[in-house]
């Protein structure tokens, strides 16, 4: 028998863990002598007052979509796939490669076909850390780790002996083709008379990302697959027993969850840069542990994180350019989010299932 509710688990524990980050943050705000209430309008009025910050709390929630869901998937498996963001590193590597030496006569081709190409390079890399667990017994931790360093080192040659046009100083690719440019959410709203924001960054890699979570969902719980991953992540012995291989589900997760997070590259690389950059990936594939976790792994759960990071994102953004709130401190209320609703997960869980324990017996 469950110690509480279904939805005290995915409801009210990431609910009281906000509250309790939130109260620890207006703490630290005050202790630098600002007013916290004035903080969180100014958070609130930056990420969701007007078009041009939702753009971007949207921008940035659709990287953390993709990483999300990559954490997502492997963590079904019982694996901890730390790498996403070397995997998306190659996957920007992938979008490029698609979008610049293949003549596009239209930007949906070439999303089509660049999302495949960031699939495929963040799978392959997701690939050698998946077989050294599989079959070597290497801790996925350890290993996509230290991808994610090695990746980072590919990128930086690839950008600088290779990719970046002659005579550049700037370790970047060539902008794309016009052809290729992604349609923004001003673009896409305006037939429908919404007059969005022309300056933000989100796109229609935001439909993609949504598409994907639908995707996944359907995996996970509509599929032999999906229950194959959760049969084994739930126990490894049990699905022996069942006849599941664990070298295949350990693969197939980790090669679904390296691609997942290789389509995050559509977004910001194709979508917002529209070239290849160094560090286009900007912490999303870390913030995407944070996401899943508080998520619960589930793709609605996913969802609604991202989208609360999003607005963490741009409402911190908005709060350092207008107080004298450094730039760091932001950083540090981000952090306090990740730390309550993670890692102390259980300082939350654990009062709570006594309670309702309590209740239960009172019942009975």
């Not at 992938?94 to 596009?104: D, E, K, S, T």
């Not at 290497?138 to 980072?152: G, L, R």
């Not at 664990?246 to 389509?263: C, D, E, N």
Request: a neutral charge; charged letters at 10%; one cysteine or more.
């Amino acid at each position: 028998m469950e110690k509480m509710p279904k939805w005290a688990d995915v409801v009210l524990i990431p609910l009281i863990s906000l509250i309790l980050a939130a109260l620890l943050s207006a703490l630290v705000i005050l202790a630098i002598g600002e007013d916290p209430i004035a903080a969180v309008k100014m958070m609130v009025t930056g990420a969701l007052g007007s078009t041009y910050g939702w753009g971007y709390t949207l921008y940035y929630a659709t990287n953390f979509l993709f990483t999300g869901l990559a954490v997502a998937v492997a963590f079904h498996a019982r694996m901890f796939n730390i790498g996403g963001e070397g995997q998306a590193m190659l996957g920007g590597l992938g979008v490029a490669l698609v979008c610049l030496y293949i003549p596009w006569p239209h930007w949906s081709l070439a999303l089509i076909f660049a999302a495949l190409g960031a699939a495929l390079f963040g799978a392959a890399w997701a690939a050698i850390p998946a077989y050294l667990q599989a079959k070597r017994g290497s801790h996925i931790v350890i290993t996509t780790i230290m991808f994610n360093f090695i990746a980072a080192a590919v990128l930086n040659y690839m950008l600088v002996n290779v990719l970046k046009p002659a005579g550049a100083m700037d370790p970047a690719t060539a902008r794309f083709a016009e052809a290729v440019h992604l349609p923004s959410l001003h673009e896409l709203l305006v037939p429908f008379g919404i007059n969005f924001s022309k300056s933000a960054p989100a796109n229609v890699s935001l439909l993609v990302a949504v598409a994907a979570c639908f995707a996944v969902w359907l995996l996970i719980w509509r599929t032999r697959l999906g229950y194959e991953i959760r049969a084994y992540g739930h126990s490894e012995p049990g699905a022996l027993y069942a006849g599941i291989s664990p070298v295949k589900i350990t693969m197939i997760a980790m090669l679904i969850s390296g691609g997942l997070a290789g389509m995050m590259a559509i977004n910001n690389v194709m979508g917002e840069a529209e070239r290849l950059v160094l560090n286009s990936t900007e912490g999303a594939g870390f913030i995407g542990i944070a996401v899943a976790l508080m998520g619960r792994n589930h793709p609605f759960g996913v969802f609604l994180a991202a989208i609360l990071f999003g607005f963490l994102y741009q409402g911190g953004a908005e709060l350092a350019l207008w107080t004298s709130i450094p730039r760091e401190l932001i950083v540090v209320i981000q952090a306090l989010v990740i730390l309550f609703t993670g890692a102390l997960d259980n300082m939350v869980r654990i009062p709570l299932e006594k309670i309702f324990l309590a209740l239960r017996k009172e019942k009975a």
